[in-house]
């Protein structure tokens, strides 16, 4: 799969992410503005969890469906706090 692609995937799952949790923000949710960085953290944590038991129970796909639900994450991550440049 092409990088172009896997991104059009991940931009998708933010544009998921934004609609389910901010448009639809239930009571005692926070903005993404408002979520410190250990809790992004934990968020990704949380799904590096899930993908951890679906490749034990050999859950190939749903392992994959987890770890773009992390880049969509980060990605959410670095918009709230900002992004540093690689240095090289």
Do not use: F
Not at 55 to 62: E, W
Not at 65 to 84: F, N, Q, T, Y
């Amino acid at each position: 799969m092409k990088r172009t692609e896997v991104y059009r995937r991940i931009n998708q799952e933010r544009a998921y992410q934004q609609k389910r949790w901010v448009d639809g923000k239930g009571e005692g949710d926070t903005s993404d503005e408002e979520k410190s960085i250990p809790e992004w953290v934990a968020y990704i944590e949380h799904h590096l969890d899930e993908a951890k038991l679906n490749l034990y129970h050999l859950h190939r796909d749903a392992a994959l469906d987890s770890i773009r639900k992390i880049a969509a994450l980060a990605v959410a991550a670095l918009e709230v706090h900002g992004c540093p440049e690689r240095k090289i």
